[in-house]
């Protein structure tokens, strides 16, 4: 069965560094999407991306956050300046295209630790 | 704004009895409503989802949950729930033309012999 996948499983990094968080979606999928999960926290959306655009972005998605699909596979989220609250786990998702609400798959997510 | 209630924090079950998970939505429509599990250090998995139709929808594992446009709630239950169902679990909703999902706040599930 396809799967979204997400490296790295695990990211720690300095205060201040940009970080670059890896999604696969599923192949034949065409909307995105980035979540978090402080730990202990809900799940919280971020941000959706369709036709190499934003769709919709959250509040927390602010202008240290950029995602891009730079190829034909790939889907990034980057945090340009990583502050001790973006500690979190990452849950990158994707579903199909079309009217119906098809179900979002998720990734198996990155733990960014920021120190 | 769409939002979700999972008013039960932790439950714990024992293994062979019943289960039932509450969670109350509020939106200004039908929404279309998911279960998920999160297993430790793993990845959301979809338990069921409801879009319309059938009110009471089957899921995966044993799992199934009824919508009640009345209570404005999608409650999860499983008849006898097993050791490997400890997991945490969330309910999602996602409004008509809104893509994103909200989610509420979990509720884990410790299951004892």
């Known amino acids: 069965e396809p799967e979204v996948t997400q490296t790295p499983s695990h990211q720690v990094t300095q205060m201040g560094q940009e970080v670059i968080l890896r999604c696969v979606p599923i192949?034949?999928?065409?909307?995105f999407y980035w979540y978090r999960q402080i730990l202990g926290q809900k799940v919280e959306f971020l941000v959706s991306f369709y036709n190499n655009e934003i769709s919709e972005k959250s509040e927390i998605f602010d202008d240290q956050f950029s995602v891009e699909r730079p190829d034909g596979s790939n889907f990034t989220l980057k945090i340009r300046s990583t502050k001790l609250e973006d500690s979190a786990m990452y849950f990158c998702a994707s579903r199909l295209l079309g009217r119906a609400p098809y179900e979002q798959y998720f990734g198996p997510g990155t733990r960014l630790t920021v120190t | 704004a769409q939002s979700v209630t999972q008013p039960d924090i932790h439950i714990t079950v024992s293994e062979g009895a019943s289960l039932e998970l509450r969670c109350n939505y509020s939106y200004g429509a039908t929404p279309y409503l998911f279960w998920y599990v999160q297993s430790p250090g793993q990845g959301l998995q979809l338990l069921l989802k409801y879009f319309s139709g059938d009110t009471l929808v089957q899921g995966i594992k044993g799992f199934e949950a009824e919508f009640k446009r009345s209570q404005s709630s999608f409650n999860l239950r499983k008849p006898s729930v097993h050791w490997s169902d400890a997991a945490e679990y969330f309910c999602a909703v996602e409004g008509f033309g809104n893509e994103k999902l909200t989610f509420g706040t979990g509720t884990r599930l410790t299951i004892i012999p």
């Open positions: 192949s034949n999928h065409l909307y």
